[in-house]
Every structure is written in C-alpha cells, then in structure tokens.
C-alpha cells in the first residue's frame, strides 16, 4: 500500500514559522499567536487579515505577498520548524510494511530535502516529491507512482483531500495544520484525526 503525506502542518509544526514571519513583515501587527491561527483555522487568508486589520492597499498587499515568499523557506525561517510528537516513530513503523511518500508544495526541493534529512525521514520515504510552485500535488503523483484505491492521501488542507478524492484513493485530514475541523469536514475526508499517530490502524492494514 502506499501512503502520501503532506509536510507542513501534517508531519512538521510549522505554525511558529508562519506567525513569525508574518509579525516580521507587518510590524503593526499585535495579533497573539492563537489569534493569528484563529484566523486562518477559518479560511481568512493573509489578504483578507491585512486589509481588514490594517488597511493595506492592494500595493501594499502585493509587497507582502512577494517578501513572503522570498523569506518562507530561508533557513532561519525553517530552523522555527518541528516534527509532531511521535511522528518519526510512527513513520518508521509504518514504513516497515507500506510504501511511504512525501509530497510538499514548497518552492525548493533540495532545501525541503535538507530538512527533511536532518529528521533522518530521507531514509523513510521512497520518495519525496516537491512541486515547486509549479506543478500540482496530484500531477506529481500520478506521473510518478501507481496507485490503487488501497492507498491513502493523509495532509492537512482542503487541497490535499481535493488531491487524494482526484487519485481515487483514500483520504484523512489532520487538525495540526491550519484548517479547523469544521472546515475541513466541508472537504469530506474519509477520516479526520488530532494527528497522523493517531490515524492507527485506520492506514496500518
């Protein structure tokens, strides 16, 4: 059987990095950390936050929008990165008996690999597909890997259940990334769990 994962937010908490980020670049900005959160749990994206919050003009929007991208995957950035609990035993385990593979939308593949090694998880997946911003998740995977309605989609977003329903294979949904429950139900998963350890043996089988 073969299992995709999402990274960020489904293997990586990666919700420090994002925040920080995000107060760096609006200097304005007071929101907490579960505020922040709050608001993106709900599908309010960073466009909507800083006109609403702090009158950005669409300028001003566009400037965010391109330092963010410039800045999210440098390495003091990623260093804010950190595995879920439980989550390498996990995969270790899991990989003993299914064919796991990684898939991330981030921008550069050799830094996502850098960071997946230091993890020791390059010994864990059979692959690792990155899309570069260039390519879908589902494109990816359908010109790299055979796959059978056995198999499982596990990520955090609304996309990658989109991804998983569009491959014909299974999907779960976790709550550590940055959709509530409630959002991600509108996705029809087929399972929603806290965290990937807690999936058990609903993809173990």
């Known amino acids: 059987m073969n299992i995709f994962f999402d990274l ?3 293997l990586l908490d990666s919700k420090p990095r994002l925040y920080q980020l995000f107060q760096h670049l609006v200097s304005e900005s007071e929101l907490s950390f579960d505020e ?3 608001l993106k749990k709900n599908k309010i994206g960073h466009k909507e936050i800083l006109r609403t919050k702090f009158l950005y003009s669409d300028k001003d929007v566009f400037s965010f929008e391109k330092a963010w991208m410039e800045k999210i995957e440098k390495l003091e950035w990623l260093a804010l990165d950190h595995p879920f609990e439980g989550i390498t035993d996990y995969l270790t385990e899991l990989g003993k008996h299914h064919s796991l593979y990684l898939v ?6 050799q830094i996502a690999i850098e960071q997946i ?6 010994k ?3 692959m690792i597909l ?6 879908e998740k589902y494109e990816l995977i359908n010109t790299s890997v ?5 198999d499982w989609f ?3 977003t609304g996309k990658d259940i989109q991804t998983g329903k569009r491959l014909g294979i299974n999907t779960a949904a976790v709550l550590t990334g940055f959709l509530s429950k409630e959002k991600l139900e509108e996705y029809a998963p087929d399972i929603i769990a806290g965290g990937v350890p807690e999936l058990g043996h609903f993809v173990n089988t």
């Open 124 to 126: 864990i997946f059979k």
């Open 154 to 156: 596990i990520g955090d």
């Open 36 to 38: 922040y959160w709050d």
């Open 130 to 135: 990155v899309t570069g911003q260039k390519k």
């Open 146 to 150: 055979f796959v059978s309605k056995e």
């Open 117 to 122: 090694t230091t993890f020791g998880w390059n």
């Open 8 to 10: 960020d937010g489904t």
């Open 104 to 109: 991330t939308a981030r921008q550069f593949e």
